[in-house]
Antibody, heavy 119, light 107 residues
Framework: EVQLVQSGAEVKKSGESLKISCKGSGYRFTNYWIGWVRQMPGKGLEWMGIIYPSDSDTRYGPSFQGQVTLSVDKSIGTAYLQWSSLKASDTAMYYC????????????WGRGTLVSVSS | SYELTQPPSVSVSPGQTAKITCFGDALPKQYAYWYQHKPGQAPVVVIYKDNERPSGIPERFSGSSSGTIVTLIISGVQPEDEADYYCQSADNSGTGVFGGGTKLTVL
């Protein structure tokens, strides 16, 4: 089955670091860009960034450049979203999603990872 | 990057036609995509490349494009179409952006 499986919910404190994961299966992981999308409580979807597993080529949305780090371990088919110092405003649902092979939309989504950060 | 602007809400009665617009300066040059997002679920693309419908998406979903505005059209709205809808686009480098989202209410 073609799917993206995300890591479980996290409860953290401000200032802590965090790395959440997204494992692709059922398809050639290195051939498809993986993106991350944030949804803060009661708010809309925000495009955070996208990474190409084959060579780690990365694009960040303007609001997220310097705030998070995208990475991959292609040997295990897993993408990561990382924070070095969390803030309460990072509390949100984070989705990973696969970019369509030929176009710039997301054709496959994970179920989301809920990150809660207390101050 | 650039912005995409959507109306916050649209309301229609079952069986009517819903139209959700998305405005963006770059839309004449870049494709738009539409996602349906229901609570507790992952988003699903319902339209890609302005007006193409993925397999498995009902025919009542369609899209149109005119200059800086793209429109998602849902003909014969069903109660199960009640959801948030987002337009999305990307620049030439592949950096993407979502619109603010439109809540579709089926009265």
């Amino acid at each position: 089955e073609v799917q993206l499986v995300q890591s479980g919910a996290e409860v953290k404190k401000s200032g802590e670091s965090l790395k959440i994961s997204c494992k692709g299966s059922g398809y050639r992981f290195t051939n498809y860009w993986i993106g991350w999308v944030r949804q803060m409580p009661g708010k809309g979807l925000e495009w955070m960034g996208i990474i190409y597993p084959s060579d780690s080529d990365t694009r960040y949305g303007p609001s997220f450049q310097g705030q998070v780090t995208l990475s991959v371990d292609k040997s295990i088919g897993t993408a990561y979203l990382q924070w070095s110092s969390l803030k309460a405003s990072d509390t949100a649902m984070y989705y990973c999603a696969r970019r369509d092979y030929n176009d710039w939309y997301f054709d496959l989504w994970g179920r989301g990872t809920l990150v809660s950060v207390s101050s | 990057s650039y912005e995409l602007t959507q109306p916050p809400s649209v309301s229609v009665s079952p069986g009517q036609t819903a139209k959700i617009t998305c405005f963006g300066d770059a839309l004449p040059k870049q494709y738009a995509y539409w996602y349906q997002h229901k609570p507790g679920q992952a988003p699903v693309v319902v339209i890609y490349k302005d007006n193409e419908r993925p397999s498995g998406i009902p025919e009542r979903f369609s899209g149109s494009s005119s200059g800086t505005i793209v429109t998602l059209i849902i003909s014969g709205v069903q109660p199960e179409d009640e959801a948030d809808y987002y337009c999305q686009s990307a620049d030439n480098s592949g950096t993407g952006v979502f619109g603010g989202g439109t809540k579709l209410t089926v009265l």
